[in-house]
């Protein structure tokens, strides 16, 4: 039985295990999928060990994003660009990595309605989350993609490493201080899994602005409890993105693309707040 898994620390709260599950039965793929966790310093053991026993194909979120992009054997011109990889596929004795978030997060957004055309965001964070979905955000022509980082220095680095995408002249780097407001803030650090957040003004909500957060939980993450608290109505985690980036890695591994709409009405643990007058 083919054998596939996550990898993270933490990762005990992953949906992934039932949402590949879900597919799988869904479209009569016979695989077992699991959740591994590996601290820091202790990823690549814990990959070779999955490879070495069988394991065909792996997703990959925090910590370890950066580390699946450096030990593949071949990578997709994505994950060259942003240096993150967030799924692994075993061929030819060796790991091809690829990256489905920028493709999630914006098929997430999609199905919530929320247009990114002519609009100010805001992208928090300039670890590998954040890499992996600037060049989507960017397709879909935004008037500006602001990365905001609390070492500032690290978003600049960022963008310049973007300079040549289409699209860049609409991006710029600020820290977590920023005076800007935005059309919508989309929060890519791990800060939630901590009980935590981005320390941002809330001067940086535009009206009808809408709230992200790349993570997901039980309950509202602490960003998005904040961006209720600022009075902002269109809200969502990330468990949309999640469930879209696992159909693609699904359809990278099996050759099938699955369908989202049952998994997103099963196991969604926190349903979105939708703004009826975004675009």
């Given at each position: ?45 814990a990959l070779?060990?999955f490879a ?21 054997q071949r ?205």
């Amino acid at each position: 039985m083919d054998r596939y898994a996550v990898f993270g620390f933490p990762v005990s709260h992953s949906l992934s295990p039932k949402i590949h599950t879900q597919f799988a039965l869904e479209n009569k793929q016979v695989l077992t999928y699991e959740a591994i966790e590996a601290a820091p310093g202790a990823f690549e053991e814990a990959l070779a060990t999955f490879a070495a026993s069988g394991g065909r194909g792996a997703n990959v979120t925090v910590p370890h994003k950066a580390a699946a992009a450096a030990l593949a054997q071949r990578c997709s011109p994505a994950v060259s660009l942003a240096g993150a990889a967030n799924t692994l596929c075993w061929a030819d004795g060796g790991w091809e990595a690829h990256n489905t978030d920028g493709l999630g997060l914006i098929n997430d957004l999609k199905v919530l309605g929320w247009s990114l055309e002519g609009r100010r965001l805001a992208l928090v964070g300039a670890g590998g989350a954040a890499a992996g979905v600037i060049a989507p955000l960017l397709a879909e022509g935004p008037e500006q993609l602001v990365i905001l980082n609390r070492t500032e220095a690290r978003a600049e680095e960022l963008c310049d490493r973007f300079k040549n995408v289409s699209g860049a002249s609409k991006l710029a780097a600020g820290g977590l201080n920023t005076r800007l407001t935005f059309d919508g803030v989309i929060n890519a650090t791990a800060a939630s899994l901590s009980g935590e957040r981005p320390p941002l003004p809330r001067s940086l909500w535009a009206p009808e602005a809408f709230a992200y957060d790349m993570m997901y939980g039980a309950t509202a993450t602490p960003f998005l409890q904040w961006a209720e608290s600022c009075g902002i109505g269109a809200r969502a985690d990330g468990f949309g993105m999640l469930v879209e980036q696992a159909a693609e890695a699904f359809a990278l591994w099996r050759g099938v693309r699955p369908s989202t709409e049952g998994v997103r009405g099963r196991l969604n643990p926190v349903a979105p707040t939708p703004n009826d007058n975004t675009p």
